[in-house]
């Protein structure tokens, strides 16, 4: 029998199952076809070991770095009825029900990315062999999508390795490497990747090793009811923290695992079914799982393609050592592009040293990375007072002070430094990228480069056009992004351009609510509940009051009434608030930066009338007037399309992602409410600050989605 | 076979602290490593056009047995670039420059980095013989008795450490401090205590100065240093500008405790940093477009005995005149290390004195060195002694500061632990 997906072959008694057969892509997944060749070809083993003919299995990839990277994401968006999900689910496992009740040894010989089913399938087999690769990553990331890893692993993972490791593993879906999977006992053995195959025919017939006396005493233990309990209480009590039970899954998760905990397969693995079915039905998943498809396609270029002799960008630069300066500094560091840190005086230059510092140091902590290697990356910045060097530099990012008359003049400086092929950045927030660029003798290689604070932590970064940039820069600049680990979105050149933009009235309607007599902690609260990652007033004391001011101000001067800034916060300014960095902001916070108390000296100066307004209605009064902000952006041709609005608001300002970004959010309350609900305000509260867009109200009108469906 | 001239491209090295001071943190490759990429970037050469990474250190750390190789990897070379690791003492950074000028004068290679690093701070205390021994008894015990038996054997002696710096600053054939043979000289040619610390007065002085007036800013790069790698270090740390004679007097000898001269504060400290140049042929300068700094004409290396090594630049610099048919009036600039105080007095008298000369063994007098160009921005008393860069660190020194007088010819010598002297002489081509 021939397949086409898997490459099954007999040698010596052995059968061999290899994935990734007639593929020429990177990464294999367990498609539809792949799962029923899987099927038909125990058909065949399963007679032959009967007959002696088979004496073992092995599964391996024929595909470099790549052993299986789970089930096809498609396929689970294709099943919409809940029987059709739940008779897929079940064919599954009894696919992989199959496989373990094989009376032969089967082994699993994993190089590279082992993912969600591919695990699962793993999980059947005696034992797991991985080869010791950097590329070898192990996980059930399927928390991540809003589900349940579906195809047994709720079932056959604690057992294999405990429940504690188990939950840990599921539950954040994140990344095991080989020398951990070997320490949690996921794995078997680890060798190199030549040798795998080779060690997995001796490792079939070998008994696996005894459980040390400590280890089968642990065991002992975790099997008893009240222990377990224990552990399933404190599990549920951190992820209600964590998640602020704003995940469906998580908790699912757990109720699936603790049920299977005690029982036999076959009543464990029609929990894990019936879990899985209810939330890939969830609003949560298709919500999350549409963000998986807006980041795979912030990977893809639109532009025009890859030219061979672009040259490398090996060397970066970074004028300015601020607070975002040695942001940027410990990104090229941390990416071998050891960087010349340039700035005007020797405090500046230790400053934005401590700045790469503290985040290299946090990864030593978490063992994320030794001590040489903090040693060699913070080592490969050069700080420098002068232009010396530049002329090996491929890319500089400007952080300098945000006046454009600085600006220019240093891009002028630089010129005459750098090389022809140099890319020349800024990371302005404010300022017109497009005004920037009359300041350069060659605007063709400039754009602008927004990264968000701190580096470390956001993942976005807006690649700013203008009218003269060569394509061939802002492509080279997308696929740098990329390769620096960050999720890129190309914006036109605007006030605020895409992100900041969509954040002012979020902000600035904060400031109205708190002119009206709201205090700062309901607003807060009540963004929180939304699910915001902070609220408006914890984010303006993070941005810095002055930031938020001069940033809303250019905006303002830009777009008119509609983005007017309101009086309290300057008055709080000219008082010498300015947020966290000068400890005068909403809330007090501790020497590590975190938030205590309220300040009550600045509530004092806040106004003194009371007001009431229902949660929704702080909600609504901040949501909507983004939305609005968003359609106005689209409008200007700031964004292509919504998809880059909600990239941008997922991965710049921590727009909770179970609600799949702000223009989802919409399209899931329905374009005709939010319309109707914006004029509400316009009549109510403001007729400027809540003005629908025309391009809101043709929507509407024709009846159309951000996303079509 | 035909010798071509060497050129000096650039010249830098890092700024120097006493050992456990600033630098204490920074292992010896990376006192070397960022200088070398300082240069790259700065001439904007591709990574893989250097033919070799020659650097000499004495202490070299057990983590790095070739240090030159490791150096060159961090820098960021290309890693075809091979790298080879030099020892002379004290004179380590200038033999890795003979050896590179060798090679390029031979046309087989073009450009060579050649320097010094030495982190003093970071030389180890060493287990002594019979805790080894214990520890080689215990590895091939194989049963439990076996294995007692071998503990058994235990003396709160074994824990006595070797400290290696201790060693290393000891000759190891006549089993002299190096402290002592600067008294030895002292006691062979009368020189004084006041006149040591009068010398090494100046010299701290000369480097206060220099260092307040930026005279060294154009050969030092800043260094990252500290727990956290978050401070930069601009300057030498070390000198002392409110040195005086008198508080120089009050110091205890050191090394001959009852009858000594040589103390503390007239000698050099033991310090942390590292020195680099770029070495090219006429062929690279034109190849690369290189703008050489100045010409390496002539070097000498000349052994004597171990217990008076503090002379050797007497007999090395003779050799030196020597082989360039140059001659001490000549030079416009003299850098000589100074170890101790007496050595370096020891030497200028071995110049000027016909009877300082004949103990030498030397037939010619090559007259007085004026104190206005010798070490004129200080020297190791005050600046310290990073000895497998010191070598290299004096000719940094020495061309930055003949191109700011616009002199032609300068001299760079030290003494070498062991019983040797190293000199070499430069040519600036910027005047």
């Known amino acids: 029998m021939n397949f086409e997906k898997i490459l099954y072959e007999l040698k010596d008694q052995i059968a061999y199952i290899g994935f990734g057969f007639n593929s020429s892509k990177k990464m294999n997944v367990l498609d539809k076809q792949t799962l029923m060749e899987l099927r038909d070809v125990f058909g065949i083993i399963s007679p032959a070991v009967e007959e002696k003919k088979v004496v073992g299995v092995i599964f391996y990839s024929l595909t470099p770095g790549c052993f299986l990277a789970g089930v096809d994401i498609n396929l689970i968006a294709s099943l919409k009825s809940e029987a059709e999900i739940l008779s897929t689910v079940e064919e599954g496992h009894t696919i992989f029900n199959m496989i373990e009740d094989l009376k032969i040894p089967k082994v699993a010989c994993i190089d590279g990315v082992c993912m969600g089913g591919g695990l699962e399938l793993a999980l059947t087999c005696d034992k797991i062999l991985v080869s010791e690769s950097d590329n070898t990553v192990l996980a059930l990331p399927e ?10 692993g709720t079932y056959r993972l ?16 994140s990344n095991v490497r080989a020398k951990k999977a070997k320490r949690m006992g996921l794995v078997n053995e680890v060798f190199a990747k030549e040798r795998l195959l080779e060690m997995a025919k001796l490792q079939l017939f070998l008994r696996p090793k005894k459980l040390k006396r400590s280890e089968a005493i642990e065991k002992m233990i975790m099997n008893q009811l009240l222990v377990r309990k224990f552990i399933f209480k404190k599990a549920r009590e951190s992820v209600l923290e964590k998640t602020k039970g704003f995940y469906q899954a998580p908790l699912k998760i757990l109720n699936v695992i603790e049920a299977g905990s005690a029982c036999n397969r076959k009543s464990g693995l029609a929990k894990e079914a019936a879990g899985f079915t209810e939330l890939a039905l969830s609003e949560q998943s298709k919500n999350l799982r549409h963000i998986f498809f807006l980041v795979e396609g912030t990977k893809k270029y639109k532009g025009e393609p890859v030219s061979d002799r672009t040259k490398k960008i090996k060397k970066g630069a970074v004028l ?30 230790e400053l934005g040293l401590s700045q790469a510092s503290s985040v290299f140091s946090k990864s030593v902590k978490k063992k994320h990375m030794t001590e040489e290697e903090f040693q060699r990356k913070q080592r490969s910045i050069s700080p420098t007072l002068d232009y010396s060097g530049f002329k090996s530099v491929d890319l500089v990012i400007e952080a300098v002070v945000e006046r454009i008359d600085l600006k220019k003049i240093v891009f002028k400086e630089l010129e005459n430094y750098v090389s022809e092929n140099a890319i020349i950045t800024s990371n302005t927030s404010s300022i017109s990228i497009e005004k920037m660029s009359e300041g350069l003798k060659r605007p063709e290689r400039f754009l602008g480069l927004h990264f968000f604070n701190p580096v470390n932590m956001m993942p976005l970064v807006e690649i700013i056009t203008h009218s003269k940039v060569s394509d061939e820069v802002v492509r080279q600049m997308h696929a740098w992004t990329l390769a620096v680990k960050k999720t890129p979105i190309i914006v036109n050149d605007g006030p605020g351009f895409l992100v900041n933009r969509i954040m002012t009235p979020f902000l600035s309607e904060a400031i109205c609510l708190l002119e009206e007599g709201l205090s700062i902690e309901q607003i807060d609260r009540a963004m929180l509940s939304f699910g915001m990652p902070m609220g408006p007033g914890r984010l303006l004391d993070e941005i810095g009051f002055d930031v938020a001011v001069h940033g809303s101000e250019a905006i303002y001067e830009w777009l008119g009434e509609r983005c007017k800034t309101t009086k309290l916060l300057h008055q709080l300014v000219k008082a010498g608030y300015l947020g966290k960095k000068n400890s005068k902001g909403f809330y007090h916070y501790n020497e590590q930066g975190k938030q205590l108390g309220i300040n009550e000296e600045l509530k004092k100066l806040c106004s003194n009338k009371s007001c009431k307004i229902s949660e929704e209605s702080i909600q609504k009064r901040l949501i909507l007037p983004m939305i609005n902000e968003a359609t106005y952006a689209l409008q200007d041709k700031i964004a292509e399309h919504a998809s880059t609005v909600d990239v941008g608001v997922i991965f710049g300002l921590g727009f909770p992602p179970f609600r799949g970004g702000l223009l989802k959010y919409a399209d899931n309350v329905g374009l005709v409410k939010i319309l109707a609900d914006l004029k509400e305000l316009e009549a109510k509260v403001c007729n400027k600050r809540f003005k629908p867009s025309q391009y809101l109200q043709e929507m509407v009108a024709q009846k159309k989605n951000f996303y079509n469906q | 076979m035909n010798l071509n001239p060497v050129f000096i491209v650039e010249a830098k090295r890092t700024p120097q602290a006493k050992a456990g001071m600033e630098l204490k943190d920074v292992q010896a490759p990376y006192l070397g490593h960022y200088l070398i990429r300082h240069i790259m970037d700065k001439l904007g050469l591709p990574n893989d056009v250097i033919d070799e990474v020659i650097f000499g250190c004495v202490g070299n750390p057990v983590d790095y047995p070739n240090i030159a190789r490791v150096i060159g990897l961090e820098a960021g070379l290309h890693k075809k670039v091979p790298g080879c690791s030099v020892h002379r003492n004290c004179a380590a950074g200038m033999e890795a420059l003979a050896q590179a000028s060798i090679r390029i004068a031979a046309q087989r290679d073009h450009l060579i980095f050649a320097g010094g690093v030495e982190s003093m701070s970071n030389i180890p205390l060493l287990f002594n013989k019979k805790m080894t021994k214990l520890f080689t008894d215990l590895f091939k015990a194989k049963t439990p008795a076996q294995k007692l038996s071998a503990m058994l054997t235990f003396r709160p002696s074994f824990l006595v450490p070797i400290v290696a710096i201790q060693k290393a600053l000891t000759d190891p054939f006549a089993n002299v401090n190096m402290g002592m043979t600067a008294e030895i000289l002292a006691r062979d040619f009368g020189i004084t205590r006041m006149e040591q610390d009068e010398f090494a007065n100046r010299s701290h002085h000369r480097a206060a100065q220099a260092t307040q007036n930026g005279r060294f800013k154009d050969e030092i790069v800043p260094l990252i240093y500290g727990k956290k790698l978050d401070h930069i270090l601009y300057e030498d740390k070390g000198f002392r500008a409110d040195s005086t004679v008198e508080g120089l007097g009050k110091m205890k000898p050191f090394f001959d405790k009852k009858a000594g001269t040589v103390t503390v504060g007239n000698a050099c400290p033991i310090t942390d940093g590292g020195s680099c140049l770029l070495l090219a042929s006429e062929e690279a300068l034109k190849k690369y477009n290189l703008e050489p700094l100045a010409k390496i004409i002539n070097w000498h290396f000349h052994g004597l005995e171990p217990e008076r090594m503090g002379a050797g630049p007497i007999l090395a610099m003779d050799g030196a005149f020597k082989r360039s048919g140059l001659k001490l009036s000549d030079m416009d600039l003299f850098e000589i290390n100074e170890a101790f105080s007496a050595q370096v007095i020891t030497v200028l008298r071995g110049m000027k004195e016909k009877k300082v000369a004949d103990f030498f063994g030397i037939d010619t007098v090559w007259g007085e060195i004026n104190e206005e160009i010798l070490n004129p921005n200080g020297g190791g008393i005050a600046l310290g002694h990073p000895v497998g860069s010191t070598g290299s660190r004096i000719i940094v020194t020495l061309l930055h500061e003949l191109m700011k007088r616009k002199g032609r010819y300068g001299m760079a010598s030290l ?11 430069i040519e600036n081509l910027k005047r």
């Not at chain 1, 928390?143 to 047994?152: C, R």
């Not at chain 1, 604690?158 to 879906?173: K, M, Y």
């Not at chain 1, 050592?321 to 010349?340: E, F, K, R, V, Y």
């Not at chain 2, 003494?415 to 002489?425: E, L, S």
């Open chain 1, 158 to 173: 604690p057992r294999r390795i405990g429940i504690p490791n188990a939950l840990d593993l599921i539950l954040t879906g």
């Open chain 2, 415 to 425: 003494c070498i632990g062991g019983g040797q002297g190293g000199a070499m002489i």
């Open chain 1, 143 to 152: 928390v991540k999508l809003g589900l349940l890893p579906g195809l047994g």
């Open chain 1, 320 to 349: 300015g050592a601020g607070t975002m300066g040695g942001g940027i500094a410990w990104l090229l560091a941390d990416n071998q592009m050891s960087p010349l840190l340039k700035d005007i005086n020797k405090e500046a230059l």
